[in-house]
């Protein structure tokens, strides 16, 4: 099947930084950073250094600015080493997004907005589901920390553009074992409990409890990582 057309993606990418999707992949996936710069304008040039070899296929800026670096049909090179359930090579198989914001501050309004209505043409030109929509910490929890616990993943829940626990979650289930099937890769427990944590539950503190257990069983219950099988 050809790629969907990206109706505002250039032709021509400003990065130089991608190249094609390994094994004929498509994109299931969108992963959300923060770019940890001062700067939009710092973060577009290394985001386009052929040195640093790194991209993403959109940065967004502080006033709501999206602007396509490498087109959506190519991989580009945001994700590094990570998995999110079978999926180990996450740059050929995502679309990665680039928030203008050092990291240490709430995200602005304009930006906000301007990311649901990007993800919106996102996840309705590649058929992606909302629980596909994660932050670079999800695939990374030992090396990553964005889009960090500032970052509102409940009002991209409340647009359907991402998901959110519900009250049906088991105080007893297994949090290790709840974080696989929801999609996390192996890690330590307290890396886990941290990234969950500062998507889903970032006024808490202190040692796993029921309600961390009841929240991750809601969503690995209702949003079970590649169908419910094993993650590789």
Not at 104 to 115: C, E, I, K, S, V
């Amino acid at each position: 099947m050809p790629a969907p057309a990206a109706d505002t993606a250039a032709e021509r990418p400003a990065s130089p930084n991608h190249g094609p999707r390994r094994g004929g992949a498509r994109p299931d996936l969108v992963v959300i950073h923060y770019t940890a710069m001062a700067t939009a304008a710092e973060a577009r040039a290394r985001l386009c250094d052929p040195a640093a070899e790194v991209s993403a296929h959109w940065l967004i800026d502080e006033a709501g600015r999206a602007e396509a670096l490498v087109p959506e049909a190519l991989r580009a090179w945001h994700a590094g080493a990570g998995a999110w359930g079978a999926v180990s090579d996450v740059n050929s198989r995502s679309i990665g997004i680039e928030l203008a914001n050092p990291g240490d501050r709430p995200f602005a309004a304009a930006q906000m907005a301007a990311l649901e209505r990007l993800l919106a043409g996102i996840l309705g030109r590649w058929a992606i589901p909302p629980e596909r929509v994660i932050g670079h910490a999800d695939m990374a929890p030992a090396r990553k920390t964005d889009p960090g616990p500032r970052f509102d993943w409940r009002r991209l829940a409340r647009a359907g553009l991402s998901v959110w626990p519900g009250a049906a979650g088991d105080a007893a289930a297994d949090f290790t074992a709840s974080a696989r099937r929801f999609g996390y890769p192996p890690a330590a427990p307290d890396l886990l409990l941290a990234v969950f944590r500062a998507r889903f539950r970032p006024w808490a503190a202190g040692p796993e409890t029921a309600a961390d257990r009841a929240a991750l069983d809601d969503l690995a219950r209702r949003f079970p990582v590649d169908g419910g099988g094993a993650a590789a």
